[in-house]
């Protein structure tokens, strides 16, 4: 698995695992249970986590989650 962002955005997060799942692509989310035992700062990030050989494919998703982020 390779992480594909590190972000403490839970709207992007949620976004993001939508859309990758869109394209058959299965999202791992880790350090959820951390973020929630600092008490819902939103201080410490999330990672999102995908195999290895669709890294590239969801990154490309993420560079166009982003850019609609900026409209």
Do not use: C, N, Q, Y
Request: hydrophobic residues 35%.
């Amino acid at each position: 698995m390779k992480e594909l962002i590190r972000t403490t955005d839970p709207v992007l997060i949620s976004f993001l695992k939508h859309r990758l799942r869109e394209e058959g692509i299965e999202p791992f989310e880790l350090d959820t249970h951390m973020s929630i035992v600092e008490g819902s700062l939103g201080i410490l990030p999330r990672r999102i986590m995908v195999a290895d050989e669709e890294h590239e494919r969801a990154r490309k998703i993420l560079d166009e989650a982003r850019g609609s982020e900026t409209r």
